[in-house]
T-cell receptor, first 113, second 118 residues
Framework: GNSVTQMEGPVTLSEEAFLTINCTYTATGYPSLFWYVQYPGEGLQLLLKATKADDKGSNKGFEATYRKETTSFHLEKGSVQVSDSAVYFCALRSAGGYNKLIFGAGTRLAVHP | GAVVSQHPSRVICKSGTSVKIECRSLDFQATTMFWYRQFPKQSLMLMATSNEGSKATYEQGVEKDKFLINHASLTLSTLTVTSAHPEDSSFYIC??????????????FGPGTRLTVL
């Protein structure tokens, strides 16, 4: 079946460090891929998405590229800020999946000044 | 962006009682709402999908008689955990998909409800 695997956290970085959170997926067909972010005390928010191979999603300095050959959708940011501290979820929606999202376990990011 | 609220944010109840959790879309109409359950340090697991005015579709392994879902209007869905037991303790999250074209197919998530059954 479809599944998403993302790196375990927590990830602890200093401000302005480079961030990578790995995400790989298993799915039939051509799923859409998402990154969601959950700030403390808030609901999940869509951070970025990509709907086909080689698409790059980007938002707020974050980006991720849909790599079908490696079934990956790694999240990157060149220079993190303290305000980026949150839990990040990778997710997929399979083709014809009627909006059903399958999530990874989430990765907690803590950025220190 | 669109806002989804959940109430209560936290509830503690005794074993055997029933608990109702509300999910509201505050500034848009939601034709479809989703209920998820999240265990500590684990993924969100989809429990059921509900469409306004029709019966919910439950995922495999989710007891429909235990987790009653009602989606009576385009802005409100409720999840009732009946005869709750300690193993039902979890974080329950709802999401809503907009009926309008401006929302596209994006799901908007509520902040979650922490249920603790003693």
């Amino acid at each position: 079946g479809n599944s998403v695997t993302q790196m375990e956290g927590p990830v602890t970085l200093s401000e302005e460090a480079f961030l990578t959170i790995n995400c790989t997926y298993t799915a039939t067909g051509y799923p859409s891929l998402f990154w969601y972010v959950q700030y403390p005390g808030e609901g999940l928010q869509l951070l970025l998405k990509a709907t086909k191979a080689d698409d790059k999603g980007s938002n707020k300095g974050f980006e991720a590229t849909y790599r079908k050959e490696t079934t990956s959708f790694h999240l990157e940011k060149g220079s993190v800020q303290v305000s980026d501290s949150a839990v990040y979820f990778c997710a997929l929606r399979s083709a014809g999946g009627y909006n059903k999202l399958i999530f990874g376990a989430g990765t907690r990011l803590a950025v220190h000044p | 962006g669109a806002v989804v609220s959940q109430h209560p944010s936290r509830v503690i109840c005794k074993s055997g009682t029933s608990v109702k959790i509300e999910c509201r879309s505050l500034d848009f109409q939601a034709t479809t709402m989703f209920w998820y359950r999240q265990f500590p340090k684990q993924s969100l697991m989809l429990m059921a999908t509900s469409n306004e005015g029709s019966k919910a579709t439950y995922e495999q392994g989710v007891e429909k008689d235990k987790f009653l879902i009602n989606h009576a209007s385009l802005t409100l869905s409720t999840l009732t955990v009946t005869s709750a037991h300690p193993e039902d303790s979890s974080f329950y999250i709802c999401s809503a998909r907009s009926a309008g074209a401006s929302g596209g197919d994006e799901q908007f998530f509520g902040p979650g409800t922490r249920l603790t059954v003693l």
